[in-house]
């Protein structure tokens, strides 16, 4: 009885200094990595994260039907990227991407952005190259109808802005960038390196 | 400044004659119908909407010609996530107002018959429950000179 006693005892202390060891060491600990190459379709065609490497980008899901959070977060980033002077700002590629592949297309997209600021990108894709893209991301869209609106559909989506480094690794997203410093300060020290 | 002036000069809020109303009871301040690019077929209103009557209003209807169809919309933030939803009416309490702005309400517009021109003076009828009636109008502008989003 006795001996089973100190059994119960020694067993609770290992399990319990096992169970400690994970948080003292969060690092071992697998996370979701975020980002990663892709390719979608532009105006011009096929068109891959790659192929702007060594550019710092910054990546916005959204749709041109969308009619107040996709244009403020565009005129957004135009006036933050407008204060960078225009050596810093030619090493930043944004990239908008429609995730409402039914209504939109490339040229739209482009035209979409072209209204917004002068070289971006804007891209879209088919089903599964959309989901994937977003899935990679960690980014939300989902196609909601409207039975009584003569938009028969809108696409509900989340709002963020992804920072990928020159060498195409997802750095941090944002749904902030105007008011809150971080997002700048960031772009400024990824360009240093 | 000086634009803001020349905007405020150039809407004299009319109601409608047809109710028991006087004009200076509802107003629709600070308008303006968001720039799109030439393809696009839709856009949206913001102002404020402003009920100084002893009665809550229910906006039930905006009326114009600039597209086939006008909404009124709400906008709503669920973890994270933007939630545009149509309604079908909309309260404006008495002596109170609603604010239609980017990322909240607006008067959406579906099917734009044309492209939206920045020199036109587009006009609209808002309907309110119970036949009441204000006419207002709007003009174009690019999005981004406003900032009072929160
Ligand atoms: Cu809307």
New interface residues.
């Given amino acids: 009885m006795k001996f089973l006693l100190v059994f119960i005892c020694l067993f609770i202390s290992v399990s319990c200094t096992e169970e400690k060891k994970p948080k003292s060491r969060p690092s071992t600990l697998k996370v979701k990595k975020f980002g990663g190459e892709f390719t979608l379709q532009g105006s011009q065609g096929d068109w891959s994260l790659s192929s702007t490497s060594g550019k710092l980008r910054v990546m916005y899901f959204g749709f041109t039907t969308c009619p107040d959070i996709c244009p403020l977060a565009l005129t957004k980033l135009n006036n933050v990227l407008k204060k960078l002077s225009p050596e810093k700002r030619a090493k930043i590629q944004p990239v908008f991407i429609s995730v409402d592949y039914k209504r939109d297309t490339p040229a739209k997209v482009q035209e979409y952005v072209d209204f917004f600021g002068k070289g971006y990108v804007g891209l879209t894709g088919n089903k599964e190259s959309i989901e994937k893209v977003v899935s990679q991301y960690g980014a939300y869209f989902e196609f909601v109808e409207l039975k009584d609106s003569a938009l028969k559909y809108t696409v509900d989506h989340t709002s963020r802005y992804y920072l990928i480094d020159q060498k195409g690794n997802f750095h941090k997203s944002y749904t902030e960038i105007s008011k809150e410093p971080n997002f700048i300060v960031d772009v400024e020290t990824l360009l240093k390196k | 400044m000086k634009k803001l002036l020349i905007m405020i000069l150039l809407f004299p809020m009319l109601a409608s004659s047809s109710g028991t109303m006087t004009e200076s009871h509802i107003t629709f301040e600070s308008q303006w119908i968001?720039a799109?690019?030439?393809?696009?077929k839709?856009?949206?209103m913001f102002g404020k909407l402003t009920n100084n009557t002893g009665k809550d209003l229910k906006l039930i209807e905006v009326k114009g010609t600039i597209a086939?169809?006008i909404?009124i919309?709400t906008?709503k933030k669920v973890n994270?996530?933007?939630?545009?939803?149509?309604v079908?009416s909309l309260i404006i309490p008495s002596k109170g107002s609603l604010e239609f702005k980017?990322?909240h309400e607006?008067i959406?517009f579906?099917?734009l018959k044309n492209k939206l021109d920045k020199s036109k003076k587009y006009e609209f009828t808002f309907v309110f429950d119970g036949g009441v009636e204000l006419k207002t109008s709007a003009t174009v502008k690019k999005?981004?000179g406003h900032?009072h989003?929160h």
């Fill in positions: 968001k799109v690019p030439a393809s696009s839709m856009s949206a086939k169809n909404e919309h906008h994270g996530v933007m939630k545009m939803r149509k079908s980017p990322m607006h959406m579906i099917g999005m981004g900032s989003h």
